[in-house]
């Protein structure tokens, strides 16, 4: 089973080989096995798991099934999901059992996917390591002593070792496409509003984006077709007919115009990562894609942005944290404002803390314009720039991260060099455009390097279809790590 | 701009945290060197560029104003730290 598709994985089912509840105890089998080394799950509820599987075999059984019926995934523990432990990755939510489903988990509820489990991920998914998660760090399947990436690390991580076979992730700064180039797995960023916020726990919500992982852009088409859709509780979803995200997966590149950025390219971005990144060009040259170089000159500005106005918002979101209505309230405290305080102080880690107090500074009397406003505006200037280089190219290609994946405890001192792990990924969220990443090679230290794909506005069919036909022609995305 | 350990202070408070002086000063130091970082901003001339506020143009949507909502008072105070009689306690506000 270990390099099974969904697409496989619902013949078996369709073709009687295997029941779901066969099907979900074997991955049940493996998290039990491979968990205690990886810890990519926070929880696991293997009768929940099983009771589900049956609810699915009963509705194959009675003719009702849909493509998916039956096919587990995991969920990053950011979703909420009815009678699941929903954390979140912190200490504040570490007893916090979800009374409602995020729509992603009705959706996929309604598809007849069981869930395997909810997995590890950064506090509130401020984090490009998993390393602040209150539950530990994950650990990267193909290199243990090396971080997943982050938030969804446990998301990616579980697939990459095949706990799952897909899984479902957040994008606020990369947090799908990072973790997926880390952990060799393929991920996608929709547009800006194509998934429902909607019981998805809120960090920067003008940037939030949940999004499938999985080892295929095929898989990753098959899982969008489940997650995205209309939904009129997040206000910001958008209204638009629904897709079939598997439609453009066969179309040949020929002729297929790719831009790349100079400054994805420039100083920076270590030597194999590099290679890797040309190697695939080679690949895609021979396909019948023409490369153009474009450039971002406001990209180099998108950490700091980001920095600005992913706090702010958060600053803002977090303040429904105050131990009165749900999650950790400190023991002992003299007054309301102290159990406030005691209760933030103790129930959030460090970088959660940090973001939220540069958040509070950003938006306080006095400094909103030089900072907030600021940010806003050059935020525009971003978007301009990848609307002024689609007009001259299909689709944008580059590297989704400047190393491949970095030790464990190496930047965790120093939370600048952390942000800007994620230089290439953040400039997509803030623009909102849709973004891919998926395996492309192997870096000097035998750890995966990812290809990252840009779109305009609502082409995520495309990108599926341009990294679908990379892995007709490449296995990268098949290799499997060894995990002792 | 630099923060001084009273900003740090000041802001912990403004949010609620509640931090130690040896806390106060880590913070100190990071949020310097983030705010470093952030001041990359100020270079660029942003006069008569209009602020984006959202990824893409939309608008509030309206609904009627009816109920749609089911109670769910229990499931939802099930998981609150403290309640009785159907409300949650917090400590007293008002002598």
Do not use: W
């Given at each position: 089973m270990n390099h099974t598709s969904l697409k496989q994985l619902s013949h078996l089912l369709a073709s009687g080989q295997a029941s779901s509840r066969e099907?979900?105890?074997?991955?049940?089998?493996?998290?039990?096995?491979?968990?205690?080394?990886?810890?990519?799950?926070i929880t696991v509820d293997p009768e929940r798991t099983l009771a589900e599987a049956e609810a699915a075999d009963r509705l194959r059984a009675e003719g009702r099934a849909g493509a998916l019926t039956g096919v587990p995934i995991a969920h990053k523990d950011i979703f909420c999901a009815e009678g699941w432990l929903t954390t979140c990755g912190s200490k504040m939510l570490a007893n916090f059992v979800a009374p409602y489903d995020a729509h992603v988990i009705e959706r996929c509820k309604a598809a007849g996917l069981p869930c395997l489990g909810k997995t590890n991920m950064d506090e509130f998914a401020m984090g490009s390591s998993n390393e602040t998660s209150y539950f530990g760090p994950v650990r990267n399947p193909w290199a243990l002593q090396a971080v997943p990436g982050g938030s969804s690390g446990g998301s990616a991580a579980a697939v990459a070792a095949?706990?799952?076979?897909?899984?479902?992730?957040?994008?606020?700064?990369?947090?799908?496409?990072?973790?997926?180039?880390?952990?060799?797995?393929?991920?996608?960023?929709p547009t800006y509003g194509t998934v429902s916020r909607y019981?998805?726990?809120?960090?920067?919500?003008?940037?939030?984006?949940?999004?499938?992982?999985?080892?295929?852009?095929?898989?990753?088409?098959?899982?969008?077709?489940?997650?995205?859709?209309?939904?009129?509780?997040?206000?910001?979803?958008?209204?638009?007919?629904?897709?079939?995200?598997?439609?453009?997966?066969?179309?040949?590149?020929?002729?297929?115009?790719?831009?790349?950025?100079?400054?994805?390219?420039?100083?920076?971005?270590?030597?194999?990562?590099?290679?890797?990144?040309?190697?695939?060009?080679?690949?895609?040259?021979?396909?019948?894609?023409?490369?153009?170089?474009?450039?971002?000159?406001?990209?180099?500005?998108?950490?700091p942005v980001y920095y600005v106005l992913?706090?702010?918002?958060?600053?803002?979101?977090?303040?429904?944290?105050?131990?009165?209505?749900?999650?950790?309230?400190?023991?002992?405290?003299?007054?309301?404002?102290?159990?406030?305080?005691?209760?933030?102080?103790?129930?959030?880690?460090?970088?959660v803390?940090?973001?939220?107090?540069?958040?509070?500074?950003?938006?306080?009397?006095?400094?909103?314009?030089?900072?907030?406003?600021?940010?806003?505006?050059?935020?525009?200037?971003?978007?301009?720039?990848?609307?002024?280089?689609?007009?001259?190219?299909?689709v944008i290609l580059g590297p989704t991260t400047p190393t491949t994946a970095f030790e464990l405890g190496a930047k965790r001192a120093d939370p600048v060099e952390m942000y800007l792990s994620d230089i290439y990924t953040i400039a997509v969220n803030l623009a909102g455009l849709p973004g891919m990443s998926l395996p492309c090679g192997f870096g000097a230290d035998g750890r995966p390097v990812g290809l990252q794909l840009i779109g305009d506005y609502f082409s995520e069919a495309r990108l599926l279809n341009v990294a679908h036909q990379y892995q007709q022609v490449t296995d990268w995305h098949t290799r499997l790590p060894e995990v002792k | 701009m630099s923060l001084t350990l009273e900003d740090i202070r000041r802001i912990a408070h403004l949010a609620?945290?509640?931090?130690?002086?040896?806390?106060?000063?880590?913070?100190?130091?990071?949020?310097?060197?983030?705010?470093?970082?952030?001041?990359?901003?100020?270079?660029?001339?942003?006069?008569?560029?209009?602020?984006?506020?959202?990824?893409?143009?939309?608008?509030q949507r309206l609904r009627e104003d009816v109920v749609t909502e089911t109670n769910?008072?229990?499931?939802?105070?099930?998981?609150?730290?403290?309640?009785?009689?159907?409300?949650?306690?917090?400590?007293?506000?008002?002598?």
């Open positions: 099907l979900c105890q074997d991955y049940l089998d493996r998290i039990a096995r491979l968990n205690p080394v990886l810890n990519a799950f095949r706990m799952a076979p897909a899984a479902t992730g957040t994008d606020t700064g990369g947090s799908i496409r990072q973790p997926a180039a880390f952990c060799g797995i393929t991920g996608l960023k019981g998805m726990i809120a960090f920067a919500s003008s940037l939030d984006q949940g999004g499938p992982m999985a080892t295929s852009a095929e898989d990753c088409a098959l899982l969008m077709n489940v997650m995205a859709g209309f939904d009129a509780r997040d206000s910001t979803s958008l209204e638009r007919p629904a897709e079939d995200y598997t439609r453009d997966l066969t179309r040949p590149l020929i002729g297929l115009r790719i831009g790349l950025p100079r400054e994805y390219f420039a100083e920076g971005l270590s030597a194999d990562v590099a290679r890797a990144i040309e190697a695939a060009l080679a690949e895609f040259r021979r396909l019948g894609a023409q490369t153009v170089e474009v450039s971002l000159p406001m990209s180099r500005l998108s950490v992913a706090p702010a918002e958060a600053s803002s979101n977090l303040a429904r944290y105050d131990g009165v209505r749900y999650g950790y309230r400190a023991p002992e405290y003299t007054d309301l404002t102290d159990m406030y305080e005691r209760t933030r102080a103790e129930g959030f880690g460090d970088e803390k940090r973001r939220i107090m540069i958040g509070t500074y950003v938006l306080s009397h006095g400094y909103y314009d030089a900072y907030y406003l600021q940010a806003q505006k050059l935020r525009r200037l971003i978007a301009q720039d990848f609307a002024a280089a689609f007009q001259q190219c299909d | 609620r945290i509640r931090i130690d002086a040896d806390e106060a000063a880590r913070y100190q130091s990071q949020l310097n060197e983030i705010f470093h970082l952030i001041e990359q901003m100020q270079a660029v001339d942003t006069a008569g560029i209009e602020p984006m506020a959202h990824a893409r143009d939309v608008y769910r008072r229990e499931a939802f105070q099930a998981v609150a730290p403290q309640v009785e009689d159907g409300l949650y306690l917090v400590p007293k506000v008002i002598e």
